[in-house]
T-cell receptor, first 114, second 112 residues
């Protein structure tokens, strides 16, 4: 199993500012995933973060808006840039998947943009 | 790409009754189907999963069935308890990828 810690757990931010979310895993992993969960909605994959290479973004998500860093095999950050109220969501970090055993999720970062 | 539909969106049952949540998927290449439980303020947690080489899997009060021909899979919870109250998500994943495509979620309420 994997234990994932996300910081901050929640934040309220002004529109136009940026927030960086941190994800720390207790073991080395090849890939880390960032998901967005809009209020009352399902989880949507934003991007896959590989150590030592650029993140791979899903359709509808761009690097300028959601820059990702992956400096080592246990840590990643997601930045939500130039925020608007539409960015208010829960952002979740995940590791693992069916090719290994299962996917594990952090507790999420609840972001409110005012 | 893959699309996963989930029904119902809300489900209320009396304690001790059974609950069934259904999902359909669109891509026949999908071969892994997990179910997640998400409690308020927490990340999703895997409760059971099934791979395309089996039709049913059981773990105590929880079971998942898979019909590959019809491309649908279901979660069955028997003898429900108030602590089963949460949002449940199904998901699908294709061969050679760890990406998960999630269903829209079902809010289950179990009344004592």
């Amino acid at each position: 199993s994997a234990v994932i810690s996300q910081k901050p757990s929640r934040d309220i931010c002004q529109r136009g500012t940026s927030l960086t979310i941190q994800c720390q895993v207790d073991s080395q992993v090849t890939m880390m995933f960032w998901y967005r969960q809009q209020p009352g909605q399902s989880l949507t994959l934003i991007a896959t973060a590989n150590q030592g290479s650029e993140a791979t973004y899903e359709s509808g998500f761009v690097i300028d808006k959601f820059p990702i860093s992956r400096p080592n095999l246990t840590f990643s950050t997601l930045t939500v840039s130039n925020m608007s109220p539409e960015d208010s969501s829960i952002y979740l970090c995940s590791v693992g998947g069916p090719r290994d055993t299962e996917a594990f999720f952090g507790q999420g970062t609840r972001l409110t943009v005012v | 790409g893959e699309n996963v539909e989930q029904h119902p969106s809300t489900l209320s049952v009396q304690e001790g009754d059974s609950a069934v949540i259904k999902c359909t998927y669109s891509d026949s290449a999908s071969n892994y189907f997990p179910w997640y439980k998400q409690e308020l303020g927490k990340g999703p947690q895997l409760i059971i999963d099934i791979r395309s080489n089996v039709g049913e899997k059981k773990d105590q009060r929880i079971a998942v069935t898979l019909n590959k021909t019809a491309k649908h899979f279901s979660l069955h919870i028997t003898e429900t308890q108030p602590e089963d109250s949460a949002v449940y998500f199904c998901a699908a994943s294709m061969v050679n990828t760890d990406k998960l495509i999630f269903g829209t979620g079902t809010r289950l309420q179990v009344f004592p």
